[in-house]
C-alpha cells in the first residue's frame, strides 16, 4: 500500500491533530506528514462536549493544524456500535465547528497499544492519564502510514 507520506499531492494539509474521543475523556495528539511523526500532546475532559469542542479548536489553532483524524471504534467485524456511532456523530460536528479537514479513521486496537507502550512506567493513576493521548499518536501513525486523507472519510460521507 502506498504510504501517505510517498504521496506527491498537496491538497492536503501537513499537519493533523488527532482526537481520541471518550465519553470521560479525550486524547489529543499532533503531527506532520513530513516526517510522518505523530506525539501525544494532552487529555481533556470530554464533558461539557461544547468546551471540549472549543478546547479541540484552540489546540488545533496552536497547532497549526489544518486537519483533524478522530479515532472511530468500529467492531472486530467492521461495523459500527455505538460508541462509534457516538464519536462519528461527534467527528460531525467538530467539522461543522471548524473549517479544518476533519477524518474518521479506525482506531482498533490503539487503546491497547498505548496499554503496551505504557506498561511498567507508570501506577494506574498516571498511565489513565496519559493512555488516551499516546492512543490518539498511534491513531495518527497508522493515519500517515496507510495513506492519509485519501483513504480516511470524512464524517458526512458515511451513511
Given amino acids: 500500500m ?57 489546540v488545533a489553532e496552536d497547532f497549526g493544524a489544518g486537519g483533524i483524524v478522530v479515532g472511530w471504534p ?8 455505538p460508541q462509534g456511532k457516538l464519536t462519528r456523530e461527534m467527528a460531525v460536528i467538530l467539522s461543522q465547528a471548524t473549517a479544518l479537514d476533519v477524518r474518521l479513521w479506525d482506531e482498533r486496537l490503539s487503546s491497547f497499544s498505548a496499554d503496551q507502550a505504557l506498561r511498567g512506567q507508570y501506577t494506574r493513576k498516571q498511565k489513565k492519564a496519559r493512555q488516551d493521548a499516546i492512543a490518539a499518536a498511534a491513531i495518527l501513525q497508522d493515519f500517515f502510514a496507510n495513506g492519509g486523507p485519501s483513504s480516511a472519510p470524512r464524517p458526512e460521507e458515511i451513511p
Avoid at 4 to 33: H, N, Q
Avoid at 74 to 81: H, I, K, P, Q, V
Fill in 2 to 58: 502506498k504510504s501517505f507520506m510517498d504521496s506527491t499531492e498537496t491538497k492536503f494539509p501537513s499537519r493533523w491533530l488527532c482526537i481520541d474521543y471518550g465519553t470521560v475523556r479525550i486524547g489529543l495528539a499532533g503531527g506532520s506528514t513530513s516526517p510522518g511523526i505523530a506525539s501525544p500532546l494532552e487529555v481533556i475532559p470530554a464533558e461539557p462536549l461544547k468546551v471540549a469542542i472549543e478546547k479541540i479548536k484552540a
Fill in 74 to 81: 468500529l467492531n472486530m467485524d467492521d461495523t459500527e456500535g
